[in-house]
């Protein structure tokens, strides 16, 4: 079966740092990017950036530019999105998800983790 | 950048019922347009791909029109499970994508 498998929930406080992690499997995880997207408390989806696992190529959505690092380990088939200095505005709930291609230029988000939970509180 | 406006925001209906929910990207992007549907504090599940596509598994009462920059999604007859939010997602811009805002079905 294919599936990310992502770390588990989050307690920190502001200025603390933080790495979550995303965990491939049932694929060959270098050879699908891999996105991240950010829910915040009773809000929509915002696509934060992704990855190439395969040669670590990363594009970022420019809101979030500077505020996040994407990185990944294809020798783990994890895939990771850190923060150096935590806001209490970055409470939300994280996805990771695997960007699929049909007919080899139809791009859509098919396998999806299950979701990280961060709260940043003091 | 695109820019992804969806509408309604929410709306009711009841079992049954037949809607539907536009998007509207701020450029042409052709049929790249997916659309998702999310339970609450669940992971987005794939609806529709390449503007009218159906994701393997996904009920028929699911489909999608549209081209360029108008896009519908429609649920031809309500179930229970349908009361959730729904997503559109340009992927014009692979690898970057952007996402709708959100329609809420709720039960009238």
């Known amino acids: 079966e294919e599936q990310l498998v992502q770390s588990g929930a989050e307690v920190k406080k502001p200025g603390e740092s933080l790495k979550i992690s995303c965990k491939g499997s049932g694929y060959s995880f270098t050879n699908y990017w891999i996105g991240w997207v950010r829910q915040m408390p009773g809000k929509g989806l915002e696509w934060m950036g992704i990855i190439y696992p395969g040669d670590s190529e990363t594009r970022y959505s420019p809101s979030f530019q500077g505020q996040v690092t994407i990185s990944a380990d294809k020798s783990i088939s994890t895939a990771y999105l850190q923060w150096s200095s935590l806001k209490a505005s970055d409470t939300a709930m994280y996805f990771c998800a695997r960007r699929y291609v049909s007919n080899g230029y139809y791009y859509y988000m098919d396998v999806w983790g299950q979701g990280t939970t961060v709260t940043v509180s003091s | ?108």
């Open chain 2, 1 to 108: 950048d695109i820019r992804v406006t969806q509408s309604p925001s929410s709306l009711s209906a009841s079992l049954g019922d037949r809607v539907t929910i536009t998007c509207r990207t701020s450029q042409n992007v052709d049929t790249y347009l997916n659309w998702y549907r999310q339970e609450p504090g669940k992971a987005p599940e794939l609806l529709i791909y390449a503007a009218s596509s159906l994701q393997s598994g996904v009920p028929s009462r699911f489909s999608g029109s549209g081209s360029e920059t108008d896009f519908t999604l429609t649920i031809s007859s309500l179930q229970p499970e349908d009361f959730v939010i729904y997503y559109c997602q340009e992927s014009y811009s692979s690898p970057q994508f952007t996402f709708g805002g959100g329609t809420k079905v709720q039960i009238k």
